[in-house]
């Protein structure tokens, strides 16, 4: 995740130098924190944060439980990574609904902090869980709110009540009142009011956002707060506090390249629970915020289940079925590399689904290399050739090839390596349909070659994942082997073997032009 960049840099090799030590002195810890507190300060986290962050990670680095430890520098990393999750809230905590519907959710914060955007996003995940919520424009101020509001609820599929015009004019306590009333009779079973903000804190906009509140004693009031604002979250979390009080906080352009110190500073302040991150532009670039996922994104310790839970989302079970039938019994087409290429699309972006495996710390560059748009290239290619060339691409001869690349606007040279990729895919596809481990590129290998481990494996087999989909199916038994007992994590602390250049270099290779 972008917004974390720097502070996962800096920690990451704070913890490679610790671990070249057998055993840690009061002096190597007294470095240590040091180093991690001037590494919080640069990312913008307050300071208060900073003092009590690092006193803990002292205090419990100097204690028995790290004297006892076989690897000391394994056992502080731990203890920094327990004390970010407490720092960003313990545990994950989700919406409450009303136990009569309608529930209401009230947004505030900040003008351009993203309230309006995350609106859209939240009834779109709402209406995927069975929910139908109503969206209510209640920012009559800001030039063209009530529009904008308009175009997302279009975006995301759902109804919006916008009685008033906005620009200035219309009661936004009366609407919201209005709204939820309309809902009600309606039976819209969530509530989702959008407020107006301020460029900066002021007693009016206060007054504003404490009287809507009034008016439809909300069940949730999410402070939606830009993760790009730097010191001065602390202060307007404060303020909102004070003026209006919000039950939960909502992290928005996550996605940023700030240094995200209001992340590990609001929760804390607050005390109030951070329970969305917004990662991008796109009405499903949202998800739910799990404390100990993101100080493990943070630590270089990889996200397996969020990626696993895109996949659950992202692929369709039944053709998955099909696929994985086919697989078993026939040849794999190019028809069917496209199907798995556009329900790899609907995860999301490839850069950050990869920056969710353990280790990728080491490889930001190449990250940011990657070129998404390789992905397209590849569908182009494939769309350009016939339905026969498609299940049978034996016989695609030199025009044949010609006239592909002309269609699709790539060279001879990109078919080429299209089909010798394409082939490779189908034997790495085909073997894991027969039940096969094979070397997944960007992942490190999930097995190896047949020999007395792999033979005990096949015993075991009940134990990983039974998906239909391959690559649906290799995500989960990724997240099966990350929570085994291993080595070769960021860290030492366990889990999968940091990807090479040459993985990733490959998985390029296999999703786009080389």
Request: proline share 4%; charged share 25%; aromatic share 4%.
């Amino acid at each position: 995740m972008a917004t974390f960049g720097t502070l996962s840099d800096r920690l990451t090799e704070t913890f490679r130098n610790l671990r070249k030590k057998g055993q840690l002195t009061p002096a190597d810890v007294d470095g240590t924190v040091r180093e991690i507190r001037r590494a919080l300060l640069d990312a913008d986290v307050a300071l208060p944060v900073v003092k009590e962050f690092t006193a803990a990670v002292r205090e419990r680095a100097l204690g028995d439980e790290v004297n006892r430890a076989l690897n000391p520098a394994q056992q502080v990393v731990q203890i920094v990574n327990d004390e970010l999750i407490g720092i960003l809230g313990g545990q994950q905590r989700r919406l409450q609904f009303a136990k009569n519907p309608p529930t209401v959710i009230m947004l505030a914060g900040l003008q351009g902090s993203g309230k309006t955007t995350f609106a859209g996003k939240l009834a779109k995940m709402l209406e995927k869980d069975g929910h139908t919520p109503l969206l209510v424009a209640c920012d009559l101020q800001r030039p063209n709110a009530v529009n904008q509001l308009q175009v997302v609820a279009e975006r995301a599929g759902a109804t919006i009540f916008a009685p008033e015009p906005g620009n200035g004019v219309g009661d936004p306590v009366k609407v919201a009142r209005d709204g939820v009333a309309y809902a009600t009779r309606q039976q819209y079973d969530i509530v989702i009011i959008d407020t107006a903000g301020r460029l900066g804190v002021d007693a009016e906009l206060m007054k504003q956002a404490a009287d809507i509140r009034k008016a439809t004693q909300p069940d949730e009031v999410l402070f939606v707060i830009d993760a790009m604002i730097g010191q001065d979250a602390v202060n307007t979390a404060k303020a909102f506090q004070d003026g209006v009080d919000f039950t939960g906080v909502v992290l928005s352009k996550l996605d940023g390249d700030a240094r995200g110190g209001a992340a590990l500073s609001v929760a804390s302040v607050t005390g109030r629970p951070i329970i969305f991150a917004s990662t991008g532009e796109g009405l499903d670039d949202v998800e739910p915020f799990h404390p100990d996922r993101m100080a493990s994104r943070i630590l270089d310790l990889g996200d397996i289940l969020t990626l696993i839970e895109q996949a659950q989302s992202a692929f369709d079970e039944a053709e998955a079925m099909k696929v994985a039938e086919k697989l078993a019994t026939e040849t794999f087409t190019l028809e069917d590399f496209l199907e798995q290429m556009q329900q790899m699309k609907k995860m999301g972006s490839m850069k950050k689904m990869l920056g969710m495996l353990p280790g990728m710390g080491n490889m930001k560059q190449q990250l940011d290399d990657f070129d998404e748009r390789e992905i397209d290239r590849t569908e182009a290619i494939i769309r350009s050739m016939t339905v026969a060339e498609r299940r049978n691409p034996k016989m695609l001869n030199g025009s044949r090839r010609l006239r592909i690349a002309r269609g699709s606007g790539m060279t001879v040279t990109d078919v080429n390596q299209l089909v010798q990729r394409f082939d490779q895919a189908a034997k790495m596809m085909k073997t894991v349909a027969r039940g096969g481990v094979p070397n997944i590129p960007g992942m490190g290998p999930i097995g190896g070659k047949p020999s007395a481990s792999s033979k005990r494996g096949k015993q075991q087999k009940a134990k990983g994942s039974r998906s239909g989909n391959p690559a649906k199916r290799a995500a989960e038994n990724a997240g099966i082997a990350a929570s085994a007992p291993a080595t070769g994590s960021g860290f030492g602390l366990g889990g999968q073997k940091t990807p090479s250049e040459a993985d990733l270099a490959e998985l390029q290779k296999m999703l786009g032009r080389g």
